[in-house]
């Protein structure tokens, strides 16, 4: 669990890497979310649009199974949904090799003064960006939501993703 006194952000890789394709991803964002599930989450608009335009991409039936916990999900933890301001572009890192999103959300988590955890690889390479990767813990060791929230999420595991493609 994250300290009390931290703040949290998060990227789309995070919000998206409960459904990774890899097992050891999926269950270690599970047990980060099931252990921070009332911990107030900071994820940028712009991320938020990123995790609409994947899921979007997947025909009806698979939006259908995943929309509910999502849904379900976005109503119990206390996300603080963040727009980029003239600040952030001031707080912008001189890494030349990373894309203007990356950097963005970079600066979003200096300018509101959270810990980004990401599954980002770009962003964990960085020397000067300071992200947090998250935990990859034993397969066996799956937590469990709260019951209906757990139920929506067998539901929605019909949607996997590849996060190396993000």
Request: glycine letters at 2%; hydrophobic letters at 40%.
């Amino acid at each position: 669990m994250v300290d009390s006194m931290d703040k949290i952000g998060i990227d789309a890789t995070v919000f998206l890497g409960l459904h990774s394709k890899n097992e050891a991803q999926r269950i270690a964002t599970k047990n980060f979310f099931v252990n921070n599930l009332a911990s107030e989450m900071f994820i940028t608009y712009e991320q938020i649009a990123i995790c609409d335009t994947v899921i979007w991409s997947f025909n009806h039936e698979i939006q259908s199974r995943y929309y509910p916990f999502m849904d379900h999900l976005h109503t119990v933890v206390p996300f603080k949904r963040i727009a980029y301001s003239r600040l952030t572009f001031t707080l912008l890192p001189k890494e030349s090799q990373f894309n203007f999103t990356d950097l963005l959300t970079y600066a979003s988590s200096v300018e509101y003064q959270y810990r980004l955890f990401t599954w980002n690889q770009r962003l964990l390479q960085s020397k000067t960006m300071k992200c947090e990767e998250m935990n990859v813990l034993e397969m066996n060791n799956e937590l469990l939501f709260p019951t209906e929230i757990e139920l929506l999420y067998q539901q929605s595991l019909i949607f996997r993703v590849d996060l190396r493609m993000l």
